[in-house]
């Protein structure tokens, strides 16, 4: 990795005053990749009817004021944005922007294509979505441009996974706005708002330990310091002939809160967000009461004040940190659930608009898929109606549907239209699809899921490649698992695992008030597949299924369209009461990735005042959850993010569908009361849960591939006529099969004449006793890369005889394999840097 | 005058296309001085909370976005706010603003303090706070900083004397935004939106003639195309990549609306007014898509479009539309009342706020009498507890009063209290007052009224001044007037003249519904006054006074608190039912000056459609308002701005005094309830109705100076000791009474060593037999000015033996003379240029 010229960086940090409280003033601005208007809308500023925000007059105004004073400073972190801008710029703009960055005024944090949400995305789009804004940023400024800090002011509760990700990525630290009100009480008192999260079970720290600050204001200014267009304090009025006059009350109350502040916090520095939600579209407002402010208050130093304020960036501001020499206390837990008041939890959101959450969860699978075919088929499955290398229409909708108003479902509905909009439209640009049809049946598929989407341009994507008949099913039919049915009730009343001989008891009903059980079918019985179906409400269905291949129950659920008609909102949660005991505790993933420990009514970092008994105990379930004993473990593998909890004894329950008839307050400004003309009685959702009943300790080797399968599930793909008798019908890219424990996340076209290939370990430290250990990989032997000669590392290091990698447990950069078959000097958007070879 | 160098002015027009249809965009922004907010809070952005305004913001963000690209045109309107922006500028940003000046590319228009209100102001008030104004544009620009056009564009119908004014001023033209719906139709329809107006009875055309002009669309841009932060219309999209490029469809909306706008005006060449209220604030919005706009508008030329697309200013307009050498429509009447739907007429602000009204008025009279004073007392007379020159602090609350949401009464409460406020502050800063304590008691007062203000403050300055005793008065009683009461109902029945033997009858009542009459005292009948005090309801009061040396008839009323506990607001007025038989007509003055006939449910210009029979015939009465026929004239004399009306024969209303309890939905956002602390209940107002008696061909040698020392009252002064046996108890600075027909309008010090002296001929033509006739004055005889030995005429020749001048009557430039004491190669701030000398 090269380094940013000594001009810049650090280099640039304002001076500090040793014996002085320092007060840190970081402008910026944040600027949510779609929300309460599209991404479009934002960056353009249209409808600002909805809410005044227009991105391009932000940079522009910004660039200008950064201009007028070279002591200025700011930060931006929305790269979908920020890119959008930059091409516009004539060069002269774009060169004197470069400046700036290489001078330290204008400095990325984050840097990812947006600030992705925490509770809903998968960690395989994070990080694609983390490399498209990084490696554009590298691309164009260079090491200048390299964000040093993450920066997730915003998202609703924060992922153990996520905080991994940026250590393993590079990042000097992390910032972040909003935890449990609790907890910020605890650690303001104890002077904990700056701590260093241990982020993995599996990575030996420090591998994964990255120091993480709790900004004051949540990212807003002090109250009675935001300055911008869009805020009301009272601006500085220092003309002296004037009669409201009022420098020494703003300099008052500055240090005021300034002093307040430094109570807070370990070190003689502070940090202020000087800044909000779309603010700088005018940012002559702020940076002339900034200038202003930072004159007078620092002017008192001569009477004796021992406050000196300046501007500042986060990495600035962390420099300082790091030099003070300190130990800060240690987080091992994450940071879920997100309450901001004793009564208002935000644990809704893990199931809200379920129908977009698996829309992007299949949209991540298939750009996958398309990003390898599109290797596999060379230069002419790039080729197509749509011009060149399509599948960047689907990156960038996936991209910015990782946004922590977007997959998480808190936006407005018409912000998700626009998001499902974008992902059909990634669908159709993916050339490869098109050319696979002339060429190809991939017949790889066994099962048939159809989504219910509220959006008519969804059925057109349904209608394209799910044109399915029966006679394709091509799976055989072994018996590993048992289900009972009670008799009476025709709920479910037990499952077995046939092959390691347990049974538990189980439950199953949905709930929201009592639903009363209508019939059982039993319509197909089949060496293929069983079914059971059962109807619980008009609005509530599902089909119990047993596949022949698989080792898992499926509860393929239907649930809406809620009715409304008693004026009363309605979530929808289905749950699984078992003879496990559980004794509280259960578990669910972080992004996809490592398993965390959650027990009732309990916080693994402070005391505890439990004031919902339910939504207070909800987390995020991304792909699983599970609840065990020492004998038995029920493993629940989701087809999307849902909210989850155990609050009984055996019990662990999941929200499939929620329909409200009034705002939460939180600034969406509508109820999530989803309903379109396709469905204009409500939206009617279908999604399968996964059951898999194991033993604990080989659990895992069960729910890592079954979740795997899940997340990149096969591609559905049909020719409207007979087969060709020549034509292919299997195809696999790898020459051989990749041991249990690989798991090939990424294989993309980089560049013309790059492709970029992330391995990784799938298993967590200890959850498998036959997985979870180093394993060795030989690429040559495992890949066809035939039309590849020459390849290297990311580490800078050119291998022309590659032969094998050694993989350890789930982690970067050391277990997963990061690389680009092609020598770059520049970091990597992605920022693996570290590799390990064979010996 | 010097002109502005060849580079700037007219010269820096952008070119236009003779054979297109030339779309002249004027970026604009319309800065209240002070209305929802004060003018503090204006300039600085504060209270943001009631509007988004900050005018320091504007002007910042325009300068610099007019340094981006020279094509770029902004006029500035409001000198208050840059007048006070400019203090606070560096030098070097001064030298550039200039650099923008001189080069047209930021142009001055109207260049007042303020855009006075054209109903309620009198006309020396307004002469005050343009030559205020203008004279910072001349001393820091010079030439190319001088209006060349007067902007109306937001007062609410438009006064004669006004145009008159601005003509004599030496402004090319006038526009407008606002006049009667009727009234715009029919000039639409008649392409009579640009007209000729002769603004003056008095003066020989072409003196009073100014072309006027009638924009568009009020003063905002067309729909569709507001692209200010304040606005959210889509602004042009112009990323071929994105989905939503929307340059087609703007441009097609926008040849579409200029086009039809063509079709409504006579030339080639159209405005369109791109900006609105505090608009500019981040100017960067508006200029980045006028930028696209015109480059997209004018690229359809390429494909055979005929609209060509400039950026422009309003003179640059102007001098196109000369170009045209067309003959406009000709108007010699007014647009008052304005009316902006059938049953909107904006009458009542003629009288809303009648306490405010009353106190800018004796402000102004306070004033002059302070600017004489300080001219008198010298230099000691100007230094005191507030430092120098203190006269300028009640110069500029009286010219920020003028403003059209100042003494028009349509701010908001706090707003009004501001502006009473600065006036008080006007008061007590006139340190000649405070020097005057100590030497003389200018015991020239006769009379007393206590005028209800609804303000503490106002008390204290009460207070300061009015500590009269009742045996000072110190007029002498000649009966001149009798008047009788009806013995049953107690109300007026008949007034006299005894002089010329005239009799009417005359009952006078206030209405709003049916008020019982109390009962009459006789309390006072002394050789100086006699008294008639009456009761009509607990809340009007009158009292009927008669002065020995008086001709006018005063009616002392007392209105108030006005109950509401009704629920119902309430317009109070009086009405006098006299025998004059009128035929409909009546007569009120134009900001004090020229008198204009009005006739009940008619228009001078237009076939009136009457909605409103009452709203529909209401007039501003700046200071009179007379009702006659072929042998009675009765004249009332008004001590404010007031409304009123003649709605039947021989009748003549008056509204004194109004109090709503809802929102008039015009953008002030709260009803006109005043109270306050002093009167909780509501608002007391005191006022003086004078009436006089003549024969119609000699009424205005009674009704110019009575109404004169109406306006400028004699100042009451007083000691706290006995007098000193040497006080000086009489002094004049005229050496010899002035001809009735010359009225001292200014005396104030200009600079260090300049005086600034207005005389003007207070007779209209033809209204008096005496006096509607040239007067000559000599200069010399009538003022003591030892001091000053030589003085210069304002037309630049230095004239050093000056002895006489001819007045003729009422008008600029030839018959009044402004001049200052000092030879100046600029031109002045008032304009007045051309002098006529002695034969």
Same mark, same amino acid.
């Given at each position: 990795?090269?380094?940013? +010229?000594?001009?810049?960086?650090?280099?640039?940090?304002?001076?500090?005053?040793?014996?002085?409280?320092?007060?840190?003033?970081?402008?910026?601005?944040?600027?949510?990749?779609?929300?309460?208007?599209?991404?479009?809308?934002?960056?353009?500023?249209?409808?600002?009817?909805?809410?005044?925000?227009?991105?391009?007059?932000?940079?522009?105004?910004? &660039?200008?004021?950064?201009?007028?004073?070279?002591?200025?400073?700011?930060?931006? #972190?929305?790269? /979908?944005?920020?890119?959008?801008?930059?091409?516009?710029?004539?060069?002269?703009?774009?060169?004197?922007?470069?400046?700036?960055?290489?001078?330290?005024?204008?400095?990325?944090?984050?840097?990812?294509?947006?600030?992705?949400?925490?509770?809903?995305?998968?960690?395989?789009?994070?990080?694609?979505?983390?490399?498209?804004?990084?490696?554009?940023?590298?691309?164009?400024?260079?090491?200048?441009?390299? +964000?040093?800090?993450?920066?997730?002011?915003?998202?609703?509760?924060?992922?153990?996974?996520?905080?991994?990700?940026?250590?393993?990525?590079?990042?000097?630290?992390?910032?972040?706005?909003?935890?449990?009100?609790?907890?910020?009480?605890?650690?303001?008192?104890?002077?904990?708002?700056?701590?260093?999260?241990?982020?993995?079970?599996?990575?030996?720290?420090?591998?994964?330990d990255l120091f993480t600050g709790i900004l004051p204001n949540g990212y807003n200014p002090p109250e009675g310091f935001c300055w911008d267009?869009?805020?009301?304090?009272?601006?500085?009025?220092?003309?002296?002939?004037?009669?409201?006059?009022?420098?020494?009350?703003?300099?008052?109350?500055?240090?005021?809160?300034?002093?307040?502040?430094?109570?807070?916090?370990?070190?003689?520095?502070?940090?202020?967000?000087?800044?909000?939600?779309?603010?700088?579209?005018?940012?002559?407002?702020?940076?002339?009461?900034?200038?202003?402010?930072?004159?007078?208050?620092?002017?008192?130093?001569?009477?004796?004040?021992? &406050?000196?304020?300046?501007?500042?960036?986060?990495?600035?501001?962390?420099?300082?940190?790091?030099?003070?020499?300190?130990?800060?206390?240690?987080?091992?837990?994450?940071?879920?659930?997100?309450?901001?008041?004793?009564?208002?939890?935000?644990?809704?959101?893990?199931?809200?608009?379920?129908?977009?959450?698996?829309?992007?969860?299949?949209?991540?699978?298939?750009?996958?898929?398309?990003?390898?075919?599109?290797?596999?088929?060379? +230069?002419?499955?790039?080729?197509?109606?749509?011009?060149?290398?399509?599948?960047?229409?689907?990156?960038?909708?996936?991209?910015?549907?990782?946004?922590?108003? /977007?997959?998480?479902?808190?936006?407005k509905q018409h912000v998700a239209n626009d998001y499902a909009r974008r992902l059909a439209n990634g669908w159709q640009h993916c050339q490869?699809?098109?050319?696979?049809?002339?060429?190809?049946?991939?017949?790889?598929?066994?099962?048939?899921?159809?989504?219910?989407?509220?959006?008519?341009?969804?059925?057109?994507?349904?209608?394209?490649?799910?044109?399915?008949?029966?006679?394709?099913?091509?799976?055989? !039919?072994?018996?590993?698992?048992?289900?009972?049915?009670?008799?009476?009730?025709?709920?479910?009343?037990?499952?077995?695992?046939?092959?390691?001989?347990?049974?538990?008891?189980?439950?199953?009903?949905?709930?929201?008030?009592?639903?009363?059980?209508?019939?059982?079918?039993?319509?197909?019985?089949? +060496? !293929?597949?069983?079914?059971?179906?059962?109807?619980?409400?008009?609005?509530?269905?599902?089909?119990?299924?047993?596949?022949?291949?698989?080792?898992?129950?499926?509860?393929?659920?239907?649930?809406?369209?809620?009715?409304?008609?008693?004026?009363?909102?309605?979530?929808?949660?289905?749950?699984?009461?078992?003879?496990?005991?559980?004794?509280?505790?259960?578990?669910?993933?972080?992004?996809?990735?490592?398993?965390?420990?959650?027990?009732?009514?309990?916080?693994?970092?402070?005391?505890?005042?439990?004031?919902?008994?339910?939504?207070?105990?909800?987390?995020?379930?991304?792909?699983?959850?599970?609840?065990?004993?020492?004998?038995?473990?029920?493993? #629940?593998?989701?087809?999307?993010?849902?909210?989850?909890?155990?609050?009984?004894?055996?019990?662990?329950?999941?929200?499939?569908?929620?329909?409200?008839?009034?705002?939460?307050?939180?600034?969406?400004?509508?109820?999530?009361?989803?309903?379109?003309?396709?469905?204009?009685?409500?939206?009617?959702?279908?999604?399968?849960?996964?059951?898999?009943?194991?033993?604990?300790?080989?659990?895992?080797?069960?729910?890592?591939?079954?979740?795997?399968?899940?997340?990149?599930?096969?591609?559905?793909?049909?020719?409207?006529?007979?087969?060709?008798?020549?034509?292919?019908?299997?195809?696999?890219?790898?020459?051989?099969?990749?041991?249990?424990?690989?798991?090939?996340?990424?294989?993309?076209?980089?560049?013309?004449?790059?492709?970029?290939?992330?391995?990784?370990?799938?298993?967590?430290?200890?959850?498998?006793?036959?997985?979870?250990?180093?394993?060795?990989?030989?690429?040559?032997?495992?890949?066809?890369?035939?039309?590849?000669?020459?390849?290297?590392?990311?580490?800078?290091?050119?291998?022309?005889?590659?032969?094998?990698?050694?993989?350890?447990?789930?982690?970067?950069?050391?277990?997963?394999?990061?690389?680009?078959?092609?020598?770059?000097?520049?970091?990597?958007?992605?920022?693996?840097?570290?590799?390990?070879?064979?010996?």
């Amino acid at each position: 990795m090269l380094s940013c +010229p000594s001009s810049a960086g650090f280099h640039s940090c304002h001076a500090t005053k040793p014996n002085m409280l320092n007060v840190h003033l970081v402008p910026h601005t944040h600027d949510d990749v779609g929300w309460l208007k599209t991404v479009d809308q934002y960056y353009y500023g249209d409808r600002n009817d909805i809410q005044h925000a227009g991105v391009q007059y932000i940079l522009d105004s910004v &660039v200008d004021q950064l201009l007028k004073n070279p002591d200025r400073r700011f930060i931006y #972190v929305e790269t /979908a944005f920020f890119y959008r801008w930059w091409k516009q710029q004539s060069s002269s703009m774009q060169q004197t922007v470069k400046q700036l960055v290489n001078e330290g005024r204008l400095e990325f944090v984050n840097g990812g294509w947006c600030m992705s949400d925490e509770a809903t995305t998968h960690y395989s789009a994070v990080i694609d979505q983390m490399t498209m804004g990084l490696r554009f940023l590298n691309e164009t400024f260079g090491p200048c441009g390299r +964000p040093r800090v993450a920066w997730h002011i915003d998202p609703f509760g924060h992922a153990r996974e996520h905080a991994s990700m940026f250590a393993q990525m590079g990042y000097d630290g992390f910032f972040f706005g909003r935890l449990d009100y609790q907890d910020r009480a605890r650690r303001m008192v104890k002077r904990e708002q700056e701590l260093l999260w241990r982020a993995s079970n599996s990575l030996t720290p420090p591998m994964a330990d990255l120091f993480t600050g709790i900004l004051p204001n949540g990212y807003n200014p002090p109250e009675g310091f935001c300055w911008d267009q869009s805020c009301d304090d009272p601006p500085i009025r220092d003309d002296p002939d004037l009669e409201d006059y009022n420098v020494d009350d703003v300099v008052k109350r500055f240090l005021t809160i300034a002093n307040s502040q430094a109570m807070v916090y370990k070190t003689n520095h502070i940090i202020m967000t000087m800044g909000s939600d779309f603010q700088y579209e005018n940012a002559n407002l702020w940076y002339k009461n900034l200038d202003k402010l930072i004159r007078y208050v620092n002017g008192q130093q001569a009477n004796g004040s021992k &406050v000196n304020v300046l501007y500042s960036t986060p990495s600035c501001y962390l420099q300082e940190l790091h030099r003070a020499n300190l130990t800060w206390a240690l987080k091992t837990d994450d940071f879920f659930p997100y309450a901001d008041d004793a009564h208002d939890f935000w644990t809704g959101y893990f199931t809200s608009r379920p129908a977009l959450k698996r829309y992007e969860r299949i949209s991540n699978s298939n750009l996958q898929t398309c990003n390898q075919l599109e290797i596999l088929g060379g +230069p002419v499955s790039r080729k197509g109606p749509f011009g060149d290398g399509e599948s960047q229409t689907m990156k960038k909708a996936m991209a910015v549907a990782q946004h922590h108003d /977007a997959v998480s479902g808190t936006e407005k509905q018409h912000v998700a239209n626009d998001y499902a909009r974008r992902l059909a439209n990634g669908w159709q640009h993916c050339q490869v699809f098109q050319v696979l049809r002339g060429i190809t049946l991939l017949n790889i598929l066994c099962k048939l899921h159809l989504y219910a989407f509220s959006k008519p341009y969804m059925h057109d994507i349904v209608h394209l490649y799910f044109l399915l008949k029966t006679e394709y099913l091509c799976v055989h !039919v072994l018996q590993f698992i048992r289900v009972t049915f009670d008799p009476d009730t025709g709920l479910l009343s037990s499952l077995s695992n046939l092959e390691t001989k347990q049974t538990i008891k189980l439950t199953q009903n949905f709930y929201w008030l009592i639903i009363h059980l209508y019939c059982i079918h039993l319509p197909l019985q089949t +060496p !293929v597949v069983q079914e059971v179906r059962q109807w619980f409400a008009p609005w509530v269905s599902q089909v119990v299924r047993l596949y022949g291949d698989s080792r898992a129950l499926e509860l393929e659920w239907t649930v809406g369209p809620l009715p409304i008609d008693d004026d009363l909102g309605k979530e929808v949660i289905t749950r699984l009461d078992t003879s496990i005991k559980t004794s509280e505790y259960f578990y669910t993933d972080s992004n996809g990735r490592e398993m965390l420990q959650r027990k009732k009514d309990f916080r693994p970092t402070w005391n505890l005042s439990q004031s919902e008994p339910i939504a207070g105990n909800y987390y995020p379930i991304n792909s699983r959850a599970f609840i065990k004993d020492d004998v038995d473990q029920l493993t #629940v593998v989701t087809d999307r993010s849902q909210g989850g909890g155990s609050l009984q004894n055996g019990s662990l329950e999941i929200m499939l569908h929620r329909r409200l008839l009034y705002d939460d307050v939180r600034g969406v400004g509508e109820p999530l009361n989803e309903s379109s003309g396709v469905f204009p009685e409500g939206l009617v959702v279908r999604g399968c849960l996964r059951l898999s009943l194991d033993r604990p300790p080989s659990a895992a080797d069960a729910h890592r591939p079954l979740a795997q399968q899940v997340v990149l599930q096969p591609l559905l793909t049909f020719t409207d006529g007979d087969l060709h008798p020549n034509t292919q019908l299997e195809f696999s890219g790898l020459q051989a099969a990749l041991p249990p424990a690989v798991h090939l996340l990424t294989l993309t076209q980089w560049d013309k004449d790059s492709v970029l290939l992330r391995l990784e370990h799938q298993f967590q430290s200890q959850e498998s006793k036959v997985n979870s250990h180093p394993v060795t990989v030989n690429l040559i032997v495992f890949f066809a890369m035939a039309k590849i000669s020459r390849f290297s590392w990311c580490c800078g290091i050119a291998i022309t005889a590659l032969k094998c990698i050694i993989l350890k447990c789930l982690g970067f950069p050391l277990n997963t394999v990061y690389f680009i078959f092609k020598h770059t000097a520049h970091w990597q958007g992605e920022g693996f840097l570290n590799c390990t070879f064979c010996p």
